[in-house]
């Protein structure tokens, strides 16, 4: 069984950081891609960033500049350095990782998510 554990998340004023954190668990053979995502009241799920396994990023147009992906392979950890926040940054902020288990199964598994709130 694998789970996806998400920390950090919280009330900040705009302009504020947060760091998020996301721990891999259980019996992973692999993981390849990582990514946050986020899903703010009445709208759909948005990718944020992503990062290979070999540490290749990529941002939403919205938070380039701002937001820092990075991965700790050692530990099966993601980040996602947040900065300069804003209100329209509010959201439930989702992990997920594309990995192969220890059965030899691949799929994509996601956490439960994290709470983000930006006050103005």
């Known amino acids: 069984q694998v789970q996806l554990v998400e920390s950090g998340g919280g009330l900040v004023q705009a302009g504020g950081s947060l760091r998020l954190s996301c721990v891999a668990s259980?019996?992973?053979?692999?993981?390849?891609?990582m990514g946050w995502y986020r899903q703010a009241p009445g709208k759909q799920r948005e990718l944020v960033a992503g990062?290979?396994?070999?540490?290749?990023?990529n941002y939403a147009d919205s938070v380039k500049g701002r937001f820092t992906i990075s991965r700790d392979n050692a530990k099966n950890t993601v980040y996602l350095q947040m900065n300069s926040l804003k209100p329209e940054d509010t959201a439930i902020y989702y992990c997920?990782?594309?990995?192969?288990?220890?059965?030899?199964?691949?799929?994509?598994?996601w956490g439960q998510g994290t709470q983000v709130t930006v006050s103005s």
């Open positions: 997920n990782a594309d990995l192969v288990t220890a059965f030899a199964v691949a799929r994509i598994y």
């Open positions: 259980g019996s992973i053979f692999r993981i390849n891609a």
């Open positions: 990062i290979t396994s070999g540490g290749i990023t």
